[in-house]
């Protein structure tokens, strides 16, 4: 009797792999994303014994590298996401929503590229030939030096690779690709995982740079970047709000360099444009002598960005107040209204509140607490704060103001947009004496905050 095909499950979210069916993965606590896929052939040829040559262990000093290969992708915030530039052999991951402009960005990276004699494949899996011209005609004109290539075979991109040598290739997407020896369809982890780890020896092989989209979905049919992101060498997020114009482009792994930069792009009618002041741009219209409403400022890696903190809190109708916080970590805003409630004896438990950041944008960091208690208090007290006021600051649990790192840039950033008041924690105004030009109000407690507003009446 023929020997049963043998099979295994994956998770389609985080790529855990399991000898029967489970309802929750262990891995990821994700319910009902087992699938079932062929087992991989031992001797799938790709497994590091079947190589003829060995590679010899050699010192850290026999080491031979060039300073500045760093090749300039033609758009500064994607440079500054790859931490200066695009490292030549390194294998990137460009993941995002569908529809948030990926393709746009890497065409655009492409035509600076090809301009400048770097030859490029652009590999589609998921657009026509014409469909790529059409987005190239927004973009602009393109030199001789980029191809363009439909193709979803594995061995086929490996032998187009193989004859055309590109310096770089678009693997547009990841989810399309599909190899033969693999049974399971295209977009499953077992066909992701191979075709990455193809695409690994390709770049580390032949020092060619290749980038991968890939597509993140909710529903979880599609094998999430997860599986990719430990194989390759950069993971970029391209995101956003889709009903914005704006893109930010966040790197959460990079060999090569810091990841907590971020780059912000606009997408006009000709292709992202990069947007040089994030601040200017996410403080775009905001209200005037509007209650609830302050600007704040955050880092995101060496960056200053200016954002607009809202807070609206109204009279409860239910018997259990609704919360909500965009943009922001909703437990943290909580937590926030019961240091409000419990240190300055402030009445939130029957009230709604919601809090946003506008914009779209998500920041996590606990310097712009301060902006959001001011943004709370100011819509429960119905008083607008003045709009050339901005503030940072932790507020710990026992409603004190704490110190935040980088308060120069802070200032120098609100300075530079025409801010007169900074409200910060009183601890960072030693590092500060020198700043001519702006008031500084350093408050320590959240009674002193409430002090300001009593002075100010
Ligand atoms: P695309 O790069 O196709 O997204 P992805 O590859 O991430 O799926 O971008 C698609 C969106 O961008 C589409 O809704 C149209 C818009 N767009 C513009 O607004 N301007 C442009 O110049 C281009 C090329 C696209
Ligand atoms: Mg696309």
């Given amino acids: 009797m023929a020997k049963a095909k043998k099979t295994v499950f994956f998770c389609q979210n985080c790529g855990y792999e399991s000898a029967k069916w489970m309802g929750q993965c262990p891995g990821c606590k994700e319910w009902n994303t087992f699938v079932e896929e062929t087992a991989l052939p031992k001797t799938s040829g790709r497994t590091p014994t079947a190589r003829k040559t060995e590679n010899k262990p050699i010192s850290l000093n026999q080491i031979d590298i060039q300073e500045d290969a760093r090749q300039d992708s033609g758009l500064a915030e994607l440079d500054r996401v790859l931490g200066g530039g695009i490292v030549p052999g390194s294998l990137v991951l460009v993941g995002?929503?569908?529809?948030?402009?990926?393709?746009?960005?890497?065409?655009?990276?492409?035509?600076?590229?090809?301009?400048?004699?770097?030859?490029?494949?652009?590999?589609?899996?998921?657009?026509?030939?014409?469909?790529?011209?059409?987005r190239a005609r927004r973009i602009g004109d393109f030199t001789d030096d980029l191809l363009l290539l439909c193709e979803t075979n594995l061995g086929m991109i490996e032998r187009a690779i193989g004859n055309h040598n590109p310096q770089l290739v678009i693997i547009d997407s990841i989810q399309t690709l599909y190899n033969e020896e693999v049974s399971s369809p295209p977009g499953s982890v077992s066909q992701v995982r191979e075709s990455t780890s193809v695409l690994l020896q390709i770049a580390k092989g032949k020092g060619v740079t290749i980038f991968i989209v890939g597509h993140v979905t909710k529903e979880g049919n599609v094998a999430g970047p997860r599986v990719l992101e430990h194989m390759v060498d950069t993971v970029l997020y391209f995101e956003g709000d889709r009903h914005a114009s704006y893109r930010i482009l966040r790197a959460v792994k990079n060999r090569f360099g810091s990841t907590n930069e971020i780059g912000v792009f606009e997408m006009r009618e000709s292709g992202l444009e990069e947007v040089k002041n994030p601040s200017e741009f996410l403080l775009e219209?905001?209200?005037?002598?509007?209650?609830?409403?302050?600007?704040?400022?955050?880092?995101?890696?060496?960056?200053?960005?200016?954002?607009?903190?809202?807070?609206?809190?109204?009279?409860?109708?239910?018997?259990?107040?609704?919360?909500?916080?965009?943009?922001?970590?909703?437990?943290?805003?909580?937590?926030?209204?019961?240091?409000?409630?419990?240190?300055?004896?402030?009445?939130?438990?029957?009230?709604?509140?919601?809090?946003?950041?506008?914009?779209?944008?998500?920041?996590?960091?606990?310097?712009?607490?301060?902006?959001?208690?001011?943004?709370?208090?100011?819509?429960?007290?119905?008083?607008?704060?003045?709009?050339?006021?901005?503030?940072?600051?932790?507020?710990?649990?026992?409603?004190?103001?704490?110190?935040?790192?980088?308060?120069?840039?802070?200032?120098?950033?609100?300075?530079?947009?025409?801010?007169?008041?900074?409200?910060?924690?009183?601890?960072?105004?030693?590092?500060?004496?020198?700043?001519?030009?702006?008031?500084?109000?350093?408050?320590?407690?959240?009674?002193?905050?409430?002090?300001?507003?009593?002075?100010?009446?």
Avoid at 100 to 120: E, W
Avoid at 124 to 132: F, K, N, V, W, Y
């Fill in 285 to 457: 219209g905001r209200p005037e002598d509007a209650s609830g409403s302050i600007v704040a400022c955050s880092m995101e890696g060496t960056r200053p960005i200016l954002i607009e903190i809202q807070a609206l809190v109204c009279n409860t109708n239910f018997g259990i107040p609704r919360r909500t916080a965009a943009g922001t970590d909703f437990n943290r805003v909580n937590l926030l209204m019961a240091v409000l409630e419990k240190r300055l004896g402030m009445h939130l438990s029957n009230c709604d509140a919601y809090v946003n950041i506008a914009g779209g944008i998500k920041i996590s960091e606990p310097a712009i607490d301060l902006g959001i208690v001011l943004a709370v208090i100011s819509s429960h007290q119905n008083r607008a704060i003045p709009d050339h006021v901005i503030a940072f600051g932790e507020v710990g649990l026992s409603g004190e103001i704490r110190a935040v790192n980088m308060s120069e840039q802070r200032v120098a950033e609100a300075k530079k947009l025409g801010f007169r008041t900074v409200i910060l924690p009183k601890v960072s105004l030693k590092a500060l004496e020198g700043f001519k030009g702006i008031r500084l109000l350093g408050v320590s407690s959240l009674r002193e905050v409430m002090g300001l507003g009593r002075q100010h009446q």
């Fill in 96 to 134: 995002g929503d569908p529809g948030i402009g990926k393709s746009t960005l890497l065409l655009q990276m492409c035509r600076y590229l090809s301009q400048r004699h770097v030859k490029a494949l652009y590999i589609s899996g998921e657009e026509s030939l014409s469909q790529i011209k059409l």
